[in-house]
C-alpha cells in the first residue's frame, strides 16, 4: 500500500485533532484501540501496516495526530507546544470514544499515555519503546558520547530539515539496516518537525514524581536494536506498571514501520485477546 492510498483513509474531526479511524472487519467485543504516535510523525504512522492488520482482526481502531502534526492544527506554533498541549487533546478526544480504550503510545506517546493514566483510568496501555519515567536525559547523554551523528540528525529533524541523503542517518537512530532504500524513501512523508519545548519537558521529567501505574492492565514492549532507548529503560517502565517488559528482536525504535512489524502486531493481537477473552467481555456487559 503507497502512501498516497493511506493518507485517503477515513478521517474525521475532533475539536482541532486529525483523527484516523480504521474500522474492524467485523463486530467486535474488544475495548478501542487508540494509538498515540511519537516524536517526529503523525497518525499516519500507525495505518501504513498496524491498524489494517489489526482492524482485519476484528478490533475498532483510531489514531490521532498530536496538536501541530499532521493535518492537527494548534493555537500556538509547533515549537511552543508543551507536553501538557498534547496532554490535554489526548484527554479531550478520549472522552469522545463509544468506550474506554486502550491506550497504545509509542516513544513520546508513551510518556503522553503515562501522563494521562497519573489522572485517568483506561481499559488498558500498552507501552512501546516508551520514553522512561527518568525521561530523555540518559537517552540523550548516552547518543551524545557514542552517536553524536545520530543526535544530530534527530535535531536537525526537529526542525523538519530532513533531506534525502540524511534520510539514512535517521535510518540509524529508528530502523535496523533490513529495511530497504525503497522502503525508507517511501516513508520520507511520515516524518515531521517536532516541538523542541515538548522534548525538554521530557529531557527534564525525571525531576518529577513517578507514581506507579497498576491500576490498568499493561503491555510493555521494547526494540531489540533501538538506538533510543536501552533494555533497562524499557524495564524501568515495565516496573511502573508492575508488569515484565517483552523485547521484540531484531527491531529498531520505529517498530510499527519496521521490516518485521509483523512481529509487533501478533504481539498486540495476542495480548488483547488473552487480556479480554470474548466470555468476559459479554460478563462485563450483562453486568452493565
Known amino acids: 500500500m503507497g502512501y498516497s492510498s493511506i493518507v485517503a483513509s477515513s478521517r474525521q474531526a475532533s475539536s482541532q485533532l486529525e483523527v484516523i479511524h480504521t474500522l474492524p472487519s467485523q463486530a467486535s467485543h474488544y475495548p478501542p484501540l487508540l494509538f498515540v504516535h511519537g516524536a517526529y510523525c503523525a497518525a499516519s504512522c500507525w ?20 496538536p501541530g502534526h499532521g493535518a492537527s492544527t494548534a493555537t500556538n506554533p509547533l515549537p511552543m507546544l508543551s507536553m501538557s498541549d ?51 536525559m540518559a537517552s ?8 553524536p551523528e545520530i543526535l544530530w540528525q534527530l535535531s536537525q529533524v526537529v526542525w523538519g530539515h530532513i533531506s534525502e541523503a540524511d534520510l539514512y542517518k535517521v535510518r540509524d537512530a529508528l530502523f ?16 515531521q518537525a517536532e516541538s523542541m519545548r515538548a522534548l525538554w519537558d521530557l529531557t527534564l521529567q525525571g525531576w518529577l514524581p513517578a ?11 521494547g526494540a531489540e536494536k533501538d538506538a533510543l532507548f536501552t533494555e533497562e529503560e524499557i524495564a524501568e517502565t ?26 509487533l502486531a501478533q504481539l498486540l493481537q495476542d495480548w488483547v485477546t488473552r487480556t479480554y477473552p470474548a466470555s468476559q467481555m459479554a460478563d462485563t456487559c450483562k453486568a452493565t
Open 238 to 263: 515495565a516496573k511502573r506498571f508492575g508488569v515484565n517488559p517483552v523485547m521484540l528482536p531484531d527491531m529498531g525504535h520505529a517498530m510499527m514501520l519496521e521490516h518485521n512489524w509483523l512481529l
Open 47 to 66: 495505518q501504513v501496516h498496524l491498524m489494517p492488520w489489526l482492524a482485519s482482526k476484528g478490533f475498532d481502531c483510531y489514531a490521532i495526530s498530536l
Open 176 to 191: 535496523t539496516p533490513h529495511l530497504s532504500q525503497q522502503t525508507l524513501m517511501d516513508y520520507m512523508p511520515l516524518f
Open 86 to 136: 498534547y496532554l490535554a487533546a489526548l484527554t479531550e478526544y478520549v472522552d469522545t470514544l463509544p468506550a474506554s480504550p486502550i491506550l497504545i503510545g509509542h516513544s513520546l506517546g508513551g510518556a503522553l499515555v503515562q501522563q494521562y493514566l497519573e489522572h485517568h483510568d483506561a481499559a488498558g496501555a500498552i507501552l512501546l519503546a516508551s520514553v522512561p519515567p527518568s525521561g530523555l
Open 211 to 221: 507514581p506507579p501505574l497498576t491500576h490498568v492492565p499493561a503491555l510493555v514492549a
Open 140 to 147: 540523550s547523554v548516552r547518543l551524545a558520547s557514542s552517536q
